[in-house]
């Protein structure tokens, strides 16, 4: 049975409540990816150009700082990575997360929250900040619990 981590990056505490639902339904640990600078309402405001989410969306080479690197992801095999949906990919501190760690030979699985959209070109965002050994599988987008868990157990990991 492979050891699982569930990752996230939650910016209004939808994620979280997700992630905490998907660890659960897995028996995964959890992890939440912290900035070192924590994102205020302000710095969420996309229809501000100068709103430190949009400033960051808006320079794919951005990589906010992340608060810790003690996600210990050497010690599992399947990764759950979660985050809001922003722009219609993840917010560019899941590429730096993802950047700060060894994911060779390692299965990622996606999942994310959005007010209006998909993955959008997420997966293809992402496939850079990890080693070309890692396989990155596209998950679900607001799920339910129900549907978390059940999705979660498809996927035979």
């Not at 320079?59 to 992340?66: H, L, N, Q, T, W």
């Not at 549907?147 to 035979?156: C, N, T, V």
Request: with cysteine.
């Amino acid at each position: 049975m492979s050891k699982k981590l569930v990752a996230y990056f939650s910016a209004s505490g939808t994620t979280a409540k997700l992630a905490k639902d998907l660890a659960g339904a897995v028996d995964a640990d959890l992890y939440e990816i912290k900035p070192e600078v924590p994102y205020t309402k302000a710095d969420l405001n996309w229809m501000d150009s100068k709103a430190r989410s949009t400033v960051e969306m808006k320079d794919k080479s951005s990589r906010p700082a992340i608060a810790d690197r003690d996600a210990h992801v050497e010690d599992y095999d399947v990764i759950f990575v979660g985050f809001p949906i922003w722009w219609y990919v993840a917010p560019t501190i899941i590429n730096t997360f993802l950047e700060s760690y060894n994911f060779s030979g390692k299965k990622v699985v996606l999942f994310a929250t959005s007010g209006s959209s998909g993955f959008g070109q997420t997966v293809q965002g992402l496939t850079g900040s990890v080693d070309a050994s890692c396989q990155i599988i596209e998950g679900k987008v607001n799920a339910s619990a129900a549907e978390i868990a059940s999705w979660a157990q498809s996927l035979g990991l």
